[in-house]
């Protein structure tokens, strides 16, 4: 039996978490339009994979610049 893989949604503070980030910074992220967001009521959600996305968008790869 295939287990559930856990929320694909995750609240601003869970998303902070996931990223090492303050709250603040996160949603001074999503202000600047620099990650996008969920809106389904009136908290902010975050896609764990636009998370992923944005891990990747902003790691350094050294000498690839």
Same mark, same amino acid.
């Given at each position: 039996?295939?287990?559930?893989?856990?929320?694909?949604?995750?609240?601003? @503070?869970?998303?902070?978490?996931?990223?090492?980030?303050?709250? @603040?910074?996160? @949603?001074?992220?999503?202000?600047?339009?620099?990650?996008?967001?969920?809106?389904?009521?009136?908290?902010?959600?975050?896609?764990?994979?636009?998370?992923?996305?944005?891990?990747?968008?902003?790691?350094?790869?050294?000498?690839?610049?």
């Amino acid at each position: 039996m295939a287990r559930h893989p856990g929320p694909r949604l995750l609240t601003l @503070r869970e998303a902070a978490w996931y990223l090492g980030i303050s709250p @603040r910074t996160l @949603r001074e992220l999503t202000w600047k339009e620099s990650l996008p967001v969920v809106r389904m009521t009136r908290k902010l959600h975050f896609d764990l994979r636009d998370l992923d996305r944005f891990i990747e968008a902003s790691t350094d790869r050294l000498g690839t610049r």
